[in-house]
Each structure stands twice: as structure tokens, then as C-alpha cells.
């Protein structure tokens, strides 16, 4: 007679394989190879204001695939697997022009956090073994290499989450065993402070813990939503009080890792005031909290489907609660400068962890935040499930990376090769040769975007312009590595009437945000978009009027 999990296994297959067969696959959007090598596997990805995408793996997963410039060697005697590496685990990458170019990183990323400060450079914070307490730093010039501090955190950092803050630090987040926070850099002369957050320990399962990279947020009051595993708070950092706990998030699964599901800030409108009136989270995937155990014991059971919204400015919030056309655990949330909502990678059943994922989910979805409608896109032909990433480019495509199940860089006799490969997917906005898209001529005053100051964009247009769907977006690049993009952020700015200046070129005017709590300072894409399709994205640099870039 069959044992018990053994029926449970085959019932599982059966009801994954019968939602995949009715399962209707578009042909809407499609995909590129950039670059079948990139030398690593891409488990964490930054793009960088010079255009070039930071990317990087961790450094005891064995030799990668790309050597140290100039005969260089990394000597670690802490390293668990080579205490000699002359290979890099850390490059940088040119989309444009699909340069490769090896950096060297020190440390242990595994696992590890970031954000783009005010000035540019991606500060990098955390990892495993010898880098759980290092904050590295990297900033965009063409020779410029990682910087490390060996004791920039007060405590190990694992699976910890970053934020940019209102007055340009670094907030970082939790981690394996860490129920607390703390900021870059040390808000104290003297010291570190750590604070404690209990509400991390509450969240923790015994078992999968699955509060893991806990979803964070900075809402437009400045105070931090946090979620774990199913629930949520709002806190105010700085009292290091919690003034808000939000309501569990239904379905009877957890979120974080490593029952891993995705989480976005939804666009953020600005009102005639450049400030804005609410806040909206969105969450979706994951798996049930014994998802993670389960597939230790080759038991793969089928990843959520289900989607919550909450805004989180709200006096009394609850969650609103959607279902994606399609299973998915690992998934990644990017923002496309129309507002929407991308979601890639990932896979129908089992968790987070080496191995313990199956049935690739190859088809992008786009969520469609104006109506609250999801559409399933052309399938991808490489399988991207743990240690995945993507990432919105200035173009607006998406690139997509990495992806490792294997312990090491492992290329043969395993379900899920080691992922090297870099692509771009091309969303629908982007189909056709004659498309009508923006281009963004100017942007007066170039560059510098000071708090609630006048910016008008000047671009030119092929055929009629229709007023009501036109608007300018700022999206924040993030950081992103294990399904969650950090500091990912998209506001919808206030302008006022189009005006034709020639044939086929137009002026929009507009206030940049008021509140350095709606809009941190830093770099941030401007897109201008009409009837759903964005132009290429124009760098733009926004910082506080007190004279502060927030530079660290």
C-alpha cells in the first residue's frame, strides 16, 4: 500500500499538472538574450545612474566563470570553499553594449541587502561568514571597484532588508536571528545603536521561519511599513514605536522567505501640492509555512495564487484580496513606468532553498493597477527560480538573471543548471516597429530636482497627443535579490496642460515632489508616458532644500 505522503505527492503533481494544461499561454511581450555568460550567476542586481547594471553572487560558491582582471587573486583563509580564488563573483554589466566587466569583492554577499544612496553609490550591507557585518560600497565610474568596511554593522546581517530613508541614511532590517534594525551609517559617534523590533520575533515559524527579507517600505507620513510572514506594522523609527498593526493578510500562507512571494509600493499619485494623499502595499505569492520542510522531505506542494492590496494610510485599512491567473513562489514585482505591475520568474510548487522548487513558471504576468487586471504574457525559454533576479532598465525593458538551486555553480546532472545567461523582456508597451512612443528632449533644470521646485520636460511625439493620457512617472531603481526589489518606488507627478511648441514637439510642466518622505533623495528615472507606452527614461537627481544631498 502507498504511503500516506507518497498519495499526497501524486495528488499534488496531478492538480498542478491539470491547472497547467487550461492554463492559456499569450504571445504578448517578448524575450532577448543579452548575453549568454555573464561569468556569474546574478543572485543580487543594481542599476547603477551611468546606465551599467551591478550584479553579484556569492563568493564561497566556488570558482565562477569569469577570472580577476590583471592575474589578481582573492586570499580569504575564512572562505568555505577556496581560500585562493582568482575568479570574480561580482561584474559589471553594460545592456547597451553588453560589456562585461569583473569586479572584487572581499566578503561573503550571500544573501546579503542594498540601496542606491542620495549620491549614487550602492551601499551594500551584510551576507554570510566573513561578510555578515560589512557594508561595502561601489560607486558608478569607469574603473571604480568595491570598497569594504569590515565592521560597518553592530550585528551580522543575513537575509536582512534595506531602505533609503528621508534624511539619506540606510535603514537595514532584521536578518537570520536578528529581531531588530539599525542604520548606515551609525547614528551615533560613540558607537552602534541597534534597536529591537519584537515583532520579528513574532513573526518567526519554528520550523521555515518565513520572516525572512521582510518586506519594508517607507510610507508618505516617513514612518516604515514592515511585513513578515503574514503580518504587518507600521513603524515609526525614529521613537522606535510601533503606531500602527495592520490586519493578517488572508489565505492561510506565508509570504516571506523562504515561502517566498513578492511585495510592491503601488505608484504613488501626487496631488496639485506635489504631496499625496495615500498608500497602497501589494503582496503576492508565497507558499504555506510548511512549504519549506515539505520539500526537504520531497514533498512539493503548490505555491499561492492569491494577491492582497492595502493601503496603508487608511484609518481602519483591510486587505483587498485578488487571484493571479497563475501559482507562484519566488516570483520578482517590478514596477513598469506606466504604473503597472510585472511579475516574473519564479515556480508553481515547493519554496525557496537549494532544490526545493519545481514547475518553472516561464510566463510573465502584468498587473494592470488602473482596472485591477492581470495578463499572462509570452512564455520565457529559461527557467529562472532561486537566486533569480530582474530589473527595470532605462529603456524600459526588464533584464532578468541569475538563478542557482545547486550549492555550487553546478552545469550538468541536475533538474536546474546553473544560471549564467542574462535576458531582456520586451514588455507589450514595447511591441511593434511604429509604435508612438515619447522621447524626451530636455528637462529644465537638467538633473537636479529640488523639493516641491517647477521642471517642465520638453519631448516630441509621432502623431496626435491626447492630453488625458499623458503623464510623467519617477521610478526609484532598486535593489533586488530573493523576490524582493528594495527601495523600488513610482510616483505619478502633478503637471499641468501639454503645449505644442512644433510640429510633433511638446512642453509639460509640473511640481517635483513636496516631501522627502514621499520622494527620498536620491536618482531616479523620469518617464514620460502616453497612451500606455513610456519614453526611455532620463536620469534625474532629487535632493532636500535644506542644502542636504543626503550623502554618506
Same mark, same amino acid.
Given at each position: 500500500?502507498?504511503?500516506? !505522503? ?17 492554463? /492559456? ?14 561569468g ?15 550584479? %553579484? ?55 546579503s ?18 561578510g ?46 536578528? %529581531?531588530?534594525?539599525? =542604520?548606515?551609517? !551609525? ?50 523609527? @525614529? ?6 498593526? %495592520? ?16 511585495? @510592491?509600493?503601488?505608484?504613488? !499619485? ?21 512549504a ?6 520531497s514533498? =512539493? ?46 515556480a !508553481? ?25 492581470f ?19 532605462q ?16 552545469? /550538468?546532472n541536475? *533538474? =536546474?543548471?546553473?544560471?549564467?545567461? @542574462? ?43 491626447n492630453?488625458?493620457? *499623458? ?7 532598486? %535593489?533586488?535579490?530573493?523576490? =524582493? ?9 502633478? /503637471? ?21 518622505a ?32 543626503g550623502?554618506?
Open positions: 500500500m502507498a504511503s500516506k !505522503k507518497s498519495i499526497l505527492f501524486i495528488l499534488l503533481t496531478l492538480s498542478t499538472l491539470h491547472y497547467t494544461n487550461t492554463q /492559456t499561454v499569450s504571445t504578448t511581450g517578448h524575450w532577448k538574450l543579452l548575453k549568454k555568460s555573464i556569474i550567476s546574478a543572485m543580487h542586481m543594481q542599476l547603477m545612474p551611468n546606465d551599467k547594471l551591478i550584479a %553579484f553572487d556569492r563568493t564561497d560558491s566556488g570558482v565562477s566563470n569569469i577570472s580577476l582582471p590583471d592575474h589578481r587573486c582573492r586570499r580569504d583563509p575564512h572562505d568555505q570553499t577556496a581560500t585562493v580564488d582568482c575568479s570574480a563573483h561580482s561584474v559589471e554589466f553594460e545592456p547597451k553594449g553588453r560589456n562585461v566587466r569583473p569586479l572584487n569583492i572581499l566578503t561573503d554577499t550571500w544573501c541587502s542594498g540601496a542606491l544612496s542620495p549620491n549614487g553609490t550602492l551601499t551594500q550591507s551584510g551576507g554570510f561568514n566573513d555578515d557585518r560589512v557594508v561595502r560600497y561601489f560607486s558608478p565610474c569607469d574603473a571604480c571597484d568595491w570598497v569594504e568596511d569590515p565592521t560597518g554593522l553592530a550585528v551580522r546581517r543575513w537575509y536582512a532588508s534595506s531602505q533609503i530613508l528621508p534624511d539619506g541614511r540606510i535603514i537595514i532590517v532584521g536578518g537570520r536571528k536578528q %529581531f531588530n534594525y539599525e =542604520f548606515i551609517p !551609525k547614528r551615533s559617534k560613540q558607537g552602534y545603536n541597534v534597536y529591537n523590533l519584537p515583532f520579528l520575533r513574532e513573526t518567526r515559524d519554528d520550523t521555515s521561519e518565513n520572516n525572512l527579507y521582510p518586506f519594508i517600505h517607507l510610507s508618505i507620513d516617513g514612518n516604515l511599513f514592515i511585513f513578515a510572514n503574514n503580518r504587518s506594522i507600521l513603524l515609526d523609527y @525614529v521613537k522606535n514605536v510601533v503606531v500602527k498593526r %495592520f490586519p493578517d493578510m488572508p489565505g492561510g500562507v506565508a509570504r516571506n522567505y523562504p515561502s517566498s512571494g513578492s511585495s @510592491v509600493l503601488l505608484p504613488i !499619485k501626487l496631488d496639485v501640492s506635489a504631496t499625496a494623499a495615500e498608500a497602497e502595499v501589494m503582496i503576492c505569492g508565497g507558499a504555506p509555512a510548511y519549506n520542510r515539505m520539500a526537504n522531505a514533498v =512539493f506542494v503548490p505555491a499561492a495564487r492569491s494577491c492582497g492590496r492595502l493601503r496603508i494610510t487608511d484609518a481602519s485599512p483591510e486587505w483587498e484580496m485578488e487571484e493571479m491567473p497563475i501559482e507562484r513562489v519566488m516570483g520578482d514585482m517590478i514596477l513598469l513606468p506606466t504604473g503597472d505591475v510585472l511579475i516574473i520568474n519564479g !508553481k510548487r515547493g519554496s525557496a532553498g537549494w532544490g526545493a522548487a519545481r514547475e518553472p513558471v516561464l510566463t510573465p504576468v502584468i498587473y494592470r493597477t488602473s482596472d485591477r487586471s495578463e499572462v504574457l509570452s512564455p520565457a525559454g529559461v527557467p529562472r527560480v532561486y537566486h533569480s533576479t530582474a530589473h527595470l532598465l529603456d524600459g525593458r526588464v533584464v532578468v538573471g541569475g538563478s542557482n538551486t545547486n550549492v555550487r555553480y553546478n552545469f /550538468t541536475v *533538474l =536546474f543548471p546553473t544560471e549564467l545567461s @542574462v535576458e531582456a523582456f520586451y514588455p507589450p508597451y514595447m511591441e511593434g516597429k511604429q509604435m508612438n512612443r515619447p522621447r524626451i528632449l530636455s528637462v529644465d533644470p537638467a538633473d537636479e530636482m529640488g523639493q516641491m521646485s517647477s521642471f517642465a520636460v520638453e519631448f516630441d511625439l509621432r502623431g496626435p497627443i492630453q488625458s493620457e *499623458l503623464y510623467v512617472t519617477l521610478v526609484a531603481p532598486s %535593489f533586488t535579490t530573493h523576490s =524582493f526589489s528594495m527601495n523600488q518606488r513610482l510616483l505619478v507627478l502633478n /503637471t499641468g496642460r501639454v503645449h505644442r511648441r512644433l510640429e510633433g514637439r511638446y512642453a509639460v510642466g509640473g511640481l517635483a515632489p513636496a516631501s522627502a514621499v520622494a527620498p533623495p536620491g536618482y531616479y528615472l523620469m518617464f514620460v508616458v502616453h497612451r500606455g507606452v513610456p519614453s526611455r527614461g532620463k536620469w534625474v537627481h532629487v535632493f532636500m532644500n535644506n542644502g542636504v544631498d550623502t554618506i
